[in-house]
């Protein structure tokens, strides 16, 4: 999808596949904001010197300047919609030479996404590109709470409660591994789930570790 070769890759992570379709492009919800969660230290504990995958975090950079100048902290965003392939490409290749993200964001991704396979998609790449013990962080904005989905001028809205995402992402995370804290759910990725098609710690010979797919 991203024209990148296993060459380039190698099996440090999974290479994208082709993308579940949505009905309603979430292109538009790209929002010039910080996501909240970037300004809750308490919940987004990131140490000085982390690597942040912003998955869908849109056009601008507000968040990846805020994280830098704030919190230390590098943040890349990975968005199929907002960004070129180039952009998406360089930012896998980073997440490879670190092994894998120190954490991940969606933020309000999962509920601009109406299909469930296509927020599924997200959820999976938040877990395969995390080192095992890192946590991912999945913003929501509820809308009307109504569980009523429609259109809006931007895209889609699920109108959902937090709470409803959680078994999607316990389908992924695996139970015992998701917590809710307000609108904010957050996944550690605790090793690697049966069936669960994320990334095996491998040992390098130097002492360091590697990531490679679960077969």
Same mark, same amino acid.
């Given at each position: ?41 308490? %919940? ?68 601009? %996404? ?70 904010? %759910?957050?996944? %550690? ?27």
């Amino acid at each position: 999808l991203l024209g990148i070769s296993p060459e380039d890759l190698g099996e440090t992570i999974p290479l994208p596949g082709p993308e579940p379709s949505q009905r309603i492009s979430s292109k538009d919800t790209s929002i010039k904001q910080i996501a909240a969660v970037f300004k809750k230290p308490e %919940i987004f504990d990131l140490k000085e010197g982390s690597v942040n995958l912003d998955i869908g975090g849109g056009r601008f950079d507000l968040g990846t300047d805020y994280l830098r100048n704030e919190r230390g902290v590098e943040n890349l965003v990975f968005d199929r919609f907002n960004r070129s392939p180039e952009h998406n490409e360089e930012v896998l290749n980073r997440i490879r030479e670190t092994g894998g993200a120190d954490s991940a964001t969606a933020a309000n991704i999962l509920n601009v %996404i109406e299909e469930p396979e296509a927020r599924k998609r997200v959820i999976q790449q938040s877990y395969d590109y995390t080192r095992e013990g890192g946590k991912v962080f999945f913003q929501v904005y509820e809308g009307s709470g109504t569980g009523v989905g429609r259109g809006t001028t931007k895209g889609w809205q699920n109108n959902k409660k937090t709470s409803e995402y959680l078994p999607e992402i316990e389908g992924i995370f695996g139970e015992g591994n998701v917590q809710r804290k307000g609108n904010i %759910i957050i996944a %550690i990725k605790e090793g690697v789930l049966e069936g669960g098609g994320g990334m095996l710690p491998k040992k390098r010979a130097t002492g360091g570790s590697v990531m490679e797919r679960n077969p």
